[in-house]
């Protein structure tokens, strides 16, 4: 799941079936996947492209989890088809803005997306008394922590994407 905005994007939406790629990573951390009963994965765009082994994972991990997906998109994609077999409550929105159908009865939410959108998402929740975790899309340079290009301001401090995260608490974050 991908999206061409720049030449490496465009490279890979020439490839065709056979074609052989070198893929580094995954680096950083992860999600937290065992002993959750319920859960909201919100996505924006190909932000949500994380969320299907995700999905797998936590399904495997916790017998009986109740997940809500929800899905942003604009009016011309549809995202969802390569979630529909995953077993969960997908919720769909067309354009606009994901946090207007974001529901917060579940007290844990992971998000990956848009930073306006993940940031909107980390006050709503916490509004809301929920716990929630971003995962941030930086550009890593060289993924072992040595270039700081993927860096980013938390209350900590600054944290490096490929080692410190990029999964951190929401609230966390500082712009």
Sequence with gaps: ????????TKILSQLKVGDELKVEGPYGNSFKTKDI???SLVGGGVG?????????????????????FYI????????EKAFLDLGVNLKIKKGGFITDILEFDKKLIYTCGPDIMMKNITKLAQENNCEVYVSLDKR???GVGACLS????????NKRSCKEGPIF??????E
């Design 1 to 8: 799941l991908y999206e061409v905005v720049g030449e490496g």
């Design 37 to 39: 009963k319920e859960i």
């Design 48 to 68: 949500v492209a994380p969320f299907y082994y995700l999905i797998k994972k936590l399904k495997e991990e916790n017998e009986n989890i109740d997940i809500d």
């Design 72 to 79: 942003g998109e604009r009016e011309n994609q549809e995202i």
């Design 140 to 142: 890593m340079g060289c």
């Design 150 to 157: 993927c860096t980013c301001k938390t209350k900590d401090g």
């Design 169 to 174: 608490k929401g609230g966390d974050i500082i």
